[in-house]
């Protein structure tokens, strides 16, 4: 038997997101975003479904935290709706919005767990989206401004801010692969998307700097792990590729200042280039106190010639499957966070989403989701193993305190330790809700 120890200041949370949970879509002056948009156009959702409800954590916030007290985590990270504290995105502030996610944040700290506030996880209100969205550079200001509601209303109660929550999905699988909000398929129009999510989150870093708001700021890319099938140069070429549309492309701007070449070049080569002004590389590039992490899964893969945006393609490496179709790969969990540790230098980084979805099944009153702890506990073994190699690593969030609104796939999708019946919404802690509140409780585990 061997015992997993973890640091005794080791941060241990849980994650969720706005447009995921809350529900009260139209509640209380908040506007439209465009995931409300895109969610109530058929056809963009699996049973046309949308997060007009979602949990109802908006009605619910008393018995959600309750669930985060017992469950004894010391982080929460949340997000804001954009929309629900300024509806039209600029302008008038809507103050019972705003007074809800006081309400959430005087709750935790009432209850000793530190909120880790994320700004933006996708909601872009709509009305900015009619004026062109993320292509549109005003949208920028238009996110400072937004942030610095925020800074200026919870400054000294929120000490753990995120700019951006997965830019890769808010701007190349929303508007490339078009499987989210809003829905384009233009390659040019994701890449002008990424650089105005990179430009806004460096401006929000310099706001935050300007304003000296307490605590620490930094973002939370996703990232994936392609493991080369082989040693020629093709397949690890091809691999670096398909990694660097995650890594590279949104962390070589912010700590090295610049894009990658190897990716800028194969992109150019397509006619694609960066809407790229003065002095754009140096707002970006602003110091961040932390890097988020979201990891998921990763993939054994290869050169294949005309095979996608980066001529790679993924090989069944015969490994489990979670039921978001995703290969169980924690090794390439430990291969990312080593890559990162040496491309960027040991910067403080937290994992801000590792999680796995399961069809679970409400038997007797219990959820029985004994491959979600097995899922955990590979990874918090492969994180343990980063924490041997030095890498700097502060702290954990499972996605998702609850089962939610899982975007395309609805409520098909269930990523939660807390199952949610959508009928009646009653929640129910699954057995790895009560693993989770073991290991925060003891700080380790054995295998
Ligand atoms: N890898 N190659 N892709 C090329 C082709 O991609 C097609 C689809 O791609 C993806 C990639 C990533 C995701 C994803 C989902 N979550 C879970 C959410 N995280 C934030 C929180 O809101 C959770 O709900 N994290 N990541 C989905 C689809």
């Given at each position: 038997m061997s015992v997993i120890q973890f640091p005794k200041d080791f941060v241990w949370g849980v994650a969720t997101s706005a447009y995921q949970i809350e529900g009260a879509a139209f509640e209380d002056g908040r506007g439209p975003s465009i995931w409300d948009t895109f969610s109530h156009t058929p056809g963009n959702i699996i049973d046309d479904e949308n997060g007009d409800v979602a949990c109802d954590s908006y009605h619910r916030l008393d018995e959600d935290i309750a669930l985060l007290k017992e469950l004894g985590v010391n982080s929460y990270r949340f997000s804001v709706s954009w929309p629900?504290?300024?509806p039209d995105g600029t302008g008038k502030v809507n103050k019972k919005g705003l007074q809800y996610y006081e309400n959430l944040v005087d709750q935790l700290l009432e209850h000793g767990i530190e909120p880790m506030c994320t700004l933006y996880h996708w909601d872009l209100p709509q009305k900015l989206e009619e004026k062109g969205?993320?292509?549109?550079?005003d949208t920028i200001d238009a996110f400072v401004e937004y942030a610095n509601v925020m800074f200026e209303r919870l400054n000294g109660k929120v000490k753990r801010w995120i700019t951006l929550n997965e830019p890769w999905c808010a701007s190349f699988l929303s508007h490339y692969i078009g499987e989210h909000a809003p829905g384009n398929q233009d390659l040019q129009l994701a890449v002008n998307v990424a650089h105005h999510l990179l430009m806004a989150h460096g401006k929000t870093v310099q706001a935050f700097r300007e304003l000296a708001v307490e605590g620490e700021i930094g973002y939370a890319p996703n990232v994936t792990w392609l493991e080369p099938y082989s040693r020629k140069s093709e397949d690890m070429e091809a691999c670096r590729r398909g990694n660097g549309w995650f890594i590279e492309w949104f962390m070589d701007p912010v700590f090295k200042g610049e894009y990658p070449a190897f990716l800028t070049n194969w992109f150019a080569d397509k006619g694609i280039t960066i809407p790229l002004k003065d002095g754009d590389l140096e707002v970006i590039s602003q110091p961040v106190d932390f890097l988020g992490i979201n990891y998921y899964n990763g993939n054994l893969a290869?050169?294949?010639?005309?095979?996608g945006l980066f001529d790679v393609e993924n090989i069944d490496a015969g490994?489990?499957?979670?039921?978001?179709?995703?290969f169980i790969y924690p090794d390439g969990f430990y291969s990312v966070l080593l890559y990162v540790k040496k491309r960027y230098g040991n910067i403080p980084v937290y994992i801000t989403e590792n999680g796995a979805c399961y069809d679970d099944v409400v038997e007797n009153g219990r959820v029985r989701d004994e491959q979600r702890i097995a899922y955990i506990k590979k990874h918090l073994i492969a994180l343990n193993r980063c924490l041997e190699s030095g890498v700097n690593i502060k702290g954990y969030h499972v996605w998702s305190l609850l089962d939610n609104f899982e975007w395309?796939?609805?409520?098909?999708?269930r990523f939660g330790i807390v199952h949610v019946d959508f009928q009646t919404l009653k929640r129910i802690p699954k057995d790895s809700y009560?693993?989770?509140?073991?290991l925060i409780r003891n700080n380790w585990f054995t295998i």
């Open positions: 629900r504290v300024i969205g993320w292509d549109n550079r290869r050169h294949k010639a005309n095979s490994y489990d499957k979670t039921d978001f179709d995703w395309a796939y609805g409520y098909t999708k009560y693993w989770y509140q073991k």
